[in-house]
């Protein structure tokens, strides 16, 4: 006699960059499994693949996710997430003052998600030159990752170049598919340091899951307010 095949819960939320809501499910003890072998491994590349094969599995819409941005992986995972373990997650930061380590609890619904703000994707270098940037794609960060460069200025650059949509001018818009990957890094070398800083600040404002933290130390008993930004702080 065949066993009993549990029905999971279905819950809907929407994916920020793309705008569209998706259907899916709490992640069960199979998937939970590849979640845990990954963490041990502390392998950021393995915890990466590891999120990606349970979104996969656990999102009933046809989602390319190499194609979704990081903050899209990390809103849809913490949605998961928050479906499968429970409504609150333990969080660790540390005092401003003393340093001491805090551990909190705080509910997943509180989490703010991700906000996406399409006019700050285009950047005016000059009164008639500018760009227009894309956000990173999982692809972008996993092709970069096992070089050697990878955290470095050269990394940064490489992933900006991947993000150029287009450049103008006064006279035209150029399309960054329809360039040379050297000419794309060479307009980027070409920026002096106040342009370059507007290009690193858009990548530095990157959309994410935000939370502020407000506690008193167990140690010092000062108080403290922090901004816990991405995955990482959430992933308890």
Same mark, same amino acid.
């Given at each position: 006699?065949?066993?009993?095949?549990?029905?999971a819960a279905k819950y809907k939320t929407?994916?920020?960059?793309?705008?569209? /809501?998706?259907?899916?499910?709490?992640?069960?003890?199979?998937?939970?499994?590849?979640?845990?072998?990954? #963490?041990?491994?502390?392998?950021?590349?393995?915890? #990466?693949?590891?999120?990606?094969? @349970?979104?996969?599995?656990?999102?009933?819409?046809?989602?390319?996710?190499?194609?979704?941005?990081?903050?899209?992986?990390?809103? #849809?995972?913490?949605?998961?997430?928050?479906?499968?373990? !429970?409504?609150?997650? /333990?969080?660790?930061?540390? $005092?401003?003052? $003393?340093?001491? /380590?805090?551990?909190?609890?705080?509910?997943? +619904?509180?989490?703010?998600?991700? @906000?996406?703000?399409?006019?700050? =994707? %285009?950047?005016?270098? %000059?009164?008639? @030159?500018?760009?227009? #940037?894309?956000?990173?794609?999982?692809? &972008?960060?996993?092709?970069?990752?096992? %070089? &050697?460069?990878?955290?470095?200025? +050269? !990394?940064?650059?490489?992933?900006?170049?991947?993000?150029? +949509?287009?450049?103008?001018?006064?006279? +035209?818009?150029?399309?960054?598919?329809? =360039?040379?990957?050297?000419?794309?890094?060479?307009?980027?070398?070409?920026?002096?340091? /106040?342009?370059?800083?507007?290009? %690193?600040?858009?990548?530095?404002?990157?959309?994410?899951?935000?939370?502020?933290?407000?506690?008193? $130390?167990?140690? $010092?008993?000062?108080?403290?307010?922090?901004?816990?930004? !991405?995955?990482?702080?959430?992933?308890?």
């Amino acid at each position: 006699m065949a066993l009993p095949v549990l029905n999971a819960a279905k819950y809907k939320t929407v994916v920020p960059s793309l705008n569209i /809501e998706v259907e899916y499910r709490p992640y069960l003890v199979k998937e939970e499994k590849i979640l845990m072998i990954a #963490l041990e491994s502390q392998d950021q590349k393995q915890i #990466l693949i590891a999120i990606k094969d @349970v979104i996969r599995n656990c999102v009933f819409d046809d989602i390319d996710v190499n194609k979704l941005t990081m903050f899209d992986l990390e809103a #849809l995972f913490l949605k998961l997430r928050s479906k499968s373990v !429970g409504e609150t997650t /333990e969080v660790k930061a540390k $005092c401003e003052h $003393c340093e001491t /380590e805090n551990k909190r609890v705080i509910k997943f +619904d509180d989490i703010r998600m991700p @906000v996406v703000d399409r006019k700050s =994707s %285009t950047i005016a270098l %000059t009164d008639t @030159v500018g760009l227009t #940037l894309s956000y990173p794609k999982v692809s &972008d960060i996993e092709k970069h990752e096992d %070089t &050697d460069n990878a955290n470095s200025i +050269d !990394g940064m650059m490489e992933i900006m170049i991947d993000c150029i +949509d287009s450049i103008y001018d006064a006279n +035209d818009v150029y399309s960054a598919k329809d =360039s040379k990957r050297e000419e794309l890094k060479d307009f980027i070398d070409s920026l002096n340091s /106040e342009q370059f800083a507007l290009v %690193t600040n858009y990548f530095q404002e990157l959309p994410s899951l935000k939370y502020n933290l407000e506690f008193k $130390c167990d140690k $010092c008993e000062e108080d403290n307010s922090i901004v816990l930004r !991405g995955l990482e702080n959430f992933f308890g």
